[in-house]
Antibody
Framework: QLQLQESGPGLVKPSETLSLTCTVS??????????WGWIRQPPGKGLEWIGS???????YYNPSLKSRVTISVDTSKNQFSLKLSSVTAADTAVYYC??????????WGQGTLVTVSS | QSALTQPASVSGSPGQSITISCTGT?????????VSWYQQHPGKAPKLMIY???KRPSGVSNRFSGSKSGNTASLTISGLQAEDEADYYC??????????FGGGTKLTVL
């Protein structure tokens, strides 16, 4: 059974860079059938797609976040990562990593809360 | 790329049917048959319920169905059960390898 697990700091200071890693188990991140992505959910609010990456390294970002987002993949570790720079309180959210086939998210991590505060 | 529009809340009694709408534009919902729906219980990750407009993943009850007309997609839940009480989100392909979510709908089973 495929599992995704987010890891990283739960607290980030304003103006700094948020960094999260997603470890994939029970399947290969190098599968040609899937993309891997990040989605976030501010407390009490809706879902927002951040971006996606293919195992080859091709990336696709939400236009509203594109200038601050970098998603990368490490196939040797079966992991992919998110970096979001210049964070503010508005970036406080539960961050989910996920697997996508086509444009459908079929597997989700449990999510990790990242709070931006000094 | 604006969020898709969903009603903030809907409600129904056990056994009834409800429909949740998801309105986009000709750049997303209207142009592609690539709308998916997710169910999210409090404190849990979303779960895929419908994809490509009307397809159900294995294991999802056939009480859940999806459709689309023009720029609006819909999720219908028939034979409402207490366990269906949750938040529901639609999502559509929006071109240029991007997707956009709806604002979410809280379903209350009375």
């Amino acid at each position: 059974q495929l599992q995704l697990q987010e890891s990283g700091p739960g607290l980030v200071k304003p103006s700094e860079t948020l960094s999260l890693t997603c470890t994939v188990s029970g399947g290969s991140i190098s599968s040609s059938s899937y993309y891997w992505g990040w989605i976030r959910q501010p407390p009490g609010k809706g879902l927002e797609w951040i971006g996606s990456i293919y195992y080859s390294g091709s990336t696709y970002y939400n236009p509203s976040l594109k200038s601050r987002v970098t998603i990368s993949v490490d196939t040797s570790k079966n992991q992919f990562s998110l970096k979001l720079s210049s964070v503010t309180a508005a970036d406080t959210a539960v961050y989910y990593c996920a697997r996508l086939f086509g444009y459908v998210t079929d597997y989700w991590g449990q999510g990790t809360l990242v709070t931006v505060s000094s | 790329q604006s969020a898709l529009t969903q009603p903030a809340s809907v409600s129904g009694s056990p056994g009834q049917s409800i429909t949740i709408s998801c309105t986009g534009t000709s750049s997303d919902v209207g142009s592609y048959n690539l709308v998916s729906w997710y169910q999210q219980h409090p404190g849990k990750a979303p779960k895929l319920m419908i994809y490509e407009g009307s397809k159900r993943p294995s294991g999802v009850s056939n009480r859940f169905s999806g459709s689309k007309s023009g720029n609006t997609a819909s999720l219908t839940i028939s034979g409402l059960q207490a366990e269906d009480e949750a938040d529901y989100y639609c999502c559509s392909y929006a071109g240029s390898s991007s997707v956009v979510f709806g604002g979410g709908t809280k379903l209350t089973v009375l």
